[in-house]
C-alpha cells in the first residue's frame, strides 16, 4: 500500500497516466483519473481517513464466441473490455471485511463466518463469503480490510457485472494476503466457485475467466480443473470494426430459472448416455440416437439445445482459428451463425413465461435491419435480457448508434474496446 497523500499527487501529477491509458485503450487518462480520485473519497467518506490505501480494478467480459457451452465442458472466446469495477482498499485491523459499493448498501462478513448462507442467494455478500473462503481453505490468512468501489459495468447488461465483482474480490485477496501468487486462471475459478455455491447460479467459468486473464483468450473447458487457456492476438482496429454493446432495456432479474434450465436440459441429453456432460457425448451417437431420446426425456428443447452446443463449441474454435489467420470475413460470418443458433436453438433471447417481452428480439432485429449485409452481430452472453453484440464497420458506428438509440434510448450503445489486461493492482 502507499500513503493516501502520495497516491492523490501521483494520480493528479499523471504518474499513472500511461498504465490508464494501457488499461482502458485510451489516449486521454482525465477521465480514469477522475474515477479514481473518486472511489478514494467515497472510501473517506463511508470509513474516515487512511493513511494507506491500495487501488484495484476488475473488468467486464464479452462472450465473442461459445455461447452457453462453457458449462458443458466446451470452447469459448472471449474477452476483457475497458470497462471495469474499481476499488480503494485498507486493512482495518479487525476480523471483519467490510465492502461497500457505491449506490449499493454495505456488506459485512466476519471472518469467523465463511459457511454457505441460502439467506443471500442472488446477492453480493454471497459472492464476497464464497471467495474469502475459497482463498482461505488454500492456507493464505485472510485478515479484516475495508473497500470501497465505483462501477461503470452495467448491472445486467451481459457485460458480467457479477463476475467482475467475483474477480475484483479475488485480486483484492491475492494482492494483500497472497503476494500475488494465486494465477488469473485459479481466481476465475474461485470465483465460479462463489458463483455456483454461495450465489446459487450454476454459471459456466467463461465469464471469470474473461475478465480474470484479461486480452481476448480461447479456452477449452474439456478438463474444467485445469483449462487450456490461449491467448489470441485480436485486434478489432486492424480491421476498421468497432465492438458495439447495446443495452436492450429488458430487466435481467428474477431470470435465474431460466438460465438453470439450460444446463439442467442440456444435462438431461447427457445424462441419456450415462455422462455428466456434453462434452463427453460423441455427436455422431446422439445424432444417431434421436428418437430414442425424444421418447426418453420427452423434452425437445433439451435435444435443440444440445444440437446449439455442440455447434457453438465447434464455432468457438473455428472462430479462433479464423481470427488467428486474419480472416475477419470468417470470424463475421461465423458470428452471425452462432446467433441464429442461439436464437433458434438454444433459444435464451426471451424468457419462455414472458413471450410477449421480447426486447432482446427486437434489439437484434434493428440490428438486422441497420447492417445489412455488413458486420455481424448477436444475443450477448446468458440472454433471456441483457444484451445484444454488433460488430459494427467503422464507417457506420456513428449512424448505427444512432439508430439504435432513436429506438432504445440514449447511451444505450456502447462503444467498447478489448482492455489487454485482466484483474489488476494498480496501487
Known amino acids: 500500500m502507499l500513503k493516501k497523500e502520495e497516491i492523490i ?7 499513472f497516466d500511461e498504465t490508464l491509458k494501457y488499461l482502458y485503450v485510451t489516449e486521454d487518462a482525465g477521465k480514469q483519473r477522475d474515477r479514481y480520485l473518486s472511489v478514494i473519497n467515497g472510501y473517506e467518506e463511508v470509513y474516515g481517513n487512511a493513511d494507506e490505501l491500495a487501488l484495484f480494478s476488475a473488468p467486464g467480459r464479452t462472450e465473442i464466441g461459445g455461447n452457453h457451452t462453457d458449462h458443458q465442458h466446451g470452447c469459448i472466446i472471449a474477452g476483457s473490455v475497458n470497462i471495469d469495477i474499481i476499488a480503494a482498499v485498507s486493512f482495518n485491523n479487525e476480523n471483519v471485511v467490510r465492502i461497500k459499493s457505491k449506490g449499493y ?3 459485512e462478513i466476519s471472518l469467523d463466518d465463511l459457511e454457505i448462507h441460502p439467506e443471500e442467494y442472488d446477492k453480493a ?12 481453505d488454500m492456507g493464505y490468512d485472510v485478515k479484516g480490510f475495508n473497500a470501497y468501489t465505483e462501477s461503470n459495468v452495467m448491472k445486467g447488461s ?4 457479477s463476475a467482475a465483482f467475483e474477480v475484483l474480490t479475488g485480486t483484492i485477496l491475492n494482492g494483500l494476503f497472497a503476494d500475488g501468487e494465486i494465477s488469473p486462471v485459479e481466481i476465475a475459478k474461485i470465483g465460479q466457485y462463489a458463483e455456483n455455491f454461495y450465489y446459487n447460479k450454476p454459471c459456466g467459468l467463461l465469464d471469470e475467466m474473461a475478465s480474470s486473464v484479461g486480452a481476448v483468450v480461447a479456452v477449452d473447458f474439456k478438463d474444467n480443473e485445469n483449462p487450456i487457456v490461449n491467448k489470441v492476438d485480436f485486434n478489432l482496429a486492424d480491421y476498421d470494426h468497432s465492438l458495439c454493446i447495446i443495452d436492450s432495456g429488458a430487466d435481467h432479474a428474477d431470470l435465474t430459472y431460466e438460465y438453470a434450465a439450460v444446463t439442467e436440459e442440456m444435462r438431461l441429453i447427457s445424462n441419456f448416455f450415462g455422462k455428466d456432460y456434453l462434452r ?9 440416437n ?7 426425456i420427452n423434452n425437445d428443447r433439451a435435444v435443440l439445445r444440445a444440437i ?4 457453438d463449441s465447434d464455432r468457438a474454435v473455428a472462430q479462433t482459428e479464423a481470427v488467428k489467420k486474419g480472416d475477419f470475413n470468417e470470424f463475421l460470418r461465423i458470428n452471425r451463425e452462432s446467433g441464429r443458433s442461439s436464437f433458434m436453438y438454444l433459444q435464451n433471447v426471451y424468457s419462455s413465461a414472458m413471450p410477449t417481452a421480447q426486447a432482446v428480439s427486437l434489439t437484434l432485429a434493428l440490428c438486422d435491419e441497420f447492417l445489412g449485409d455488413r458486420g455481424s452481430f448477436r444475443v450477448h452472453g446468458g440472454g433471456f435480457a441483457g444484451t445484444v453484440q454488433a460488430f459494427v464497420p467503422n464507417d457506420m458506428v456513428g449512424e448505427f448508434k444512432s439508430k439504435i438509440e432513436a429506438v432504445l434510448g440514449e447511451g444505450m450503445c456502447h462503444i467498447l474496446s478489448i482492455r ?8
Open 290 to 296: 434421436l428418437k430414442e431420446i425424444r421418447k426418453s
Open 158 to 161: 451481459g457485460l458480467s457485472s
Open 308 to 311: 446449439h452446443y455442440f455447434n
Open 280 to 288: 463427453e457425448v460423441d455427436r455422431a451417437e446422439f445424432m444417431a
Open 9 to 15: 499527487k501521483k494520480i493528479n501529477c499523471g504518474d
Open 125 to 136: 455478500i454471497s459472492l464476497i463469503r464464497g471467495v474469502i473462503k475459497k482463498v482461505s
Open 105 to 107: 448498501k454495505m456488506d
Open 420 to 427: 489487454p489486461v485482466g484483474g489488476y493492482r494498480l496501487v
